[in-house]
Every structure is written in C-alpha cells, then in structure tokens.
T-cell receptor
Framework: GQNIDQPTEMTATEGAIVQINCTYQTSGFNGLFWYQQHAGEAPTFLSYNVLDGLEEKGRFSSFLSRSKGYSYLLLKELQMKDSASYLCAVTFPSGGSYIPTFGRGTSLIVHP | DSGVTQTPKHLITATGQRVTLRCSPRSGDLSVYWYQQSLDQGLQFLIQYYNGEERAKGNILERFSAQQFPDLHSELNLSSLELGDSALYFC??????????????FGPGTRLTVT
C-alpha cells in the first residue's frame, strides 16, 4: 500500500504561519488533496494539486513536488478556529477511477 | 452543509448483529464513496460506486457489503459485527468517477458503537 507520512501533531500561535508537510511514494501518483477535519466532524476540502508548484487560496496555500513525493500545506494568519486535523490524501488510479489514500492526519493546535 | 446526508447519526448495537447505514449523495453526483475512520487506523477507503456500479474496492471486509440504487442513494451493510468495527463511517460523493480534480464532499458520518 501507499505510505503517506505527515507529522502527528503541531502547535502554533494565533496570527503566526505554520507549514504542515506530507511525503508519499511517487509510483503511480496522480494528485494530492488536503482536507481539514474538526473533531467529530466530516473532512472538508481545502486544496487539490496535480502539477508542481504553489496553489494559493486565501490564507491557505498548498505546494507539490511530484519528483520528490512531497507536499506542504501553509496556513497564514492563524486563527483559533484553525485548530483541527489536516489530512493529506494521495490519489492513485484504480480500475478507471482515482481513489484517495489518506495519511493519519496532523493535529494542529493553535493557542493564543 | 456539504449536501450529503447520512442516517442514522448514531448507532449502538451488539456483537454479532447486522446494521445498514444509508447515504444520499449531493444532487447530481454520480459517485459515492464509503470510508471507515477509527482512532488507530485513520480514514480508510472501503468502496466506491459510480452510477449504480461498483467502481473500486479498498480495505473492505467480506462481512461488509454495499450497493448503490437507481436513485443514487447508497447503503453500507455491516454484518457479524465485532467490537473492532466501532468507528465513524463516512460517505462522500463527487460528480465524476474520481478522474480529474474532483473533490469529494463528505457527509456528517454515522458513529457506530458495537458493545
């Protein structure tokens, strides 16, 4: 199966910037999603990267390097509500479809 | 609100029993995905249906089965339940088969507790 690595937990201060890294095996890779999940709630979509480079969307940006099997999610101007788990998901082709394999998630704690 | 609905929200049952979880996708979405999320395993893909047909299978046990009906709603059947099946079960939908950049919209989940 696919090995997706991301840190288990990170802490940061309100107003600061935090970068959450994700590494994966490159063989067969199609694209990479980032989802946010608050405790006990459903994951919600943040970004999708299929080409190398940085995609910016408001306070959140996501970067991908296909050759290095590496992505990061950058959160700027952190707010308390950003405390959540951030899931990296890598998609691979499977029988005409593309199925995401999720990492274990990075629990981000934002403190005042 | 993602537009994906799941029922029931909570389910408590005993070992050995059988339960059915239900999911209605967003209007217009043809693909339905089922996931299991437990504390020790994270979010695990179980199975995908597209327009009534099984499209991809993940780590789904033989005791589990699913189907997608003509009106596109889907049901996940879990039988001979074990304590380890206690988890959050999410359904997600997307417009296509999963090709391209289709994001998945997740329902609120069904929390299953097996006692």
């Amino acid at each position: 199966g696919q090995n997706i690595d991301q840190p288990t937990e990170m802490t940061a201060t309100e107003g600061a910037i935090v970068q959450i890294n994700c590494t994966y095996q490159t063989s067969g890779f199609n694209g990479l999603f980032w989802y946010q999940q608050h405790a006990g709630e459903a994951p919600t979509f943040l970004s999708y990267n299929v080409l190398d480079g940085l995609e910016e969307k408001g306070r959140f940006s996501s970067f991908l390097s296909r050759s290095k099997g590496y992505s990061y999610l950058l959160l700027k101007e952190l707010q308390m509500k950003d405390s959540a788990s951030y899931l990296c998901a890598v998609t691979f082709p499977s029988g005409g479809s593309y199925i995401p394999t999720f990492g274990r998630g990075t629990s981000l704690i934002v403190h005042p | 609100d993602s537009g994906v609905t799941q029922t029931p929200k909570h389910l408590i049952t005993a070992t050995g029993q059988r339960v059915t979880l239900r999911c209605s996708p967003r209007s217009g979405d043809l693909s339905v995905y089922w996931y299991q999320q437990s504390l020790d395993q994270g979010l695990q893909f179980l199975i995908q249906y597209y327009n009534g047909e099984e499209r991809a299978k993940g780590n789904i046990l033989e005791r589990f089965s699913a189907q997608q009906f003509p009106d596109l709603h889907s049901e996940l059947n879990l039988s001979s339940l074990e304590l380890g099946d206690s988890a959050l079960y999410f359904c997600a939908s997307s417009p296509g088969t999963g090709t391209g950049s289709y994001e998945q919209y997740f329902g609120p989940g069904t929390r299953l507790t097996v006692t």
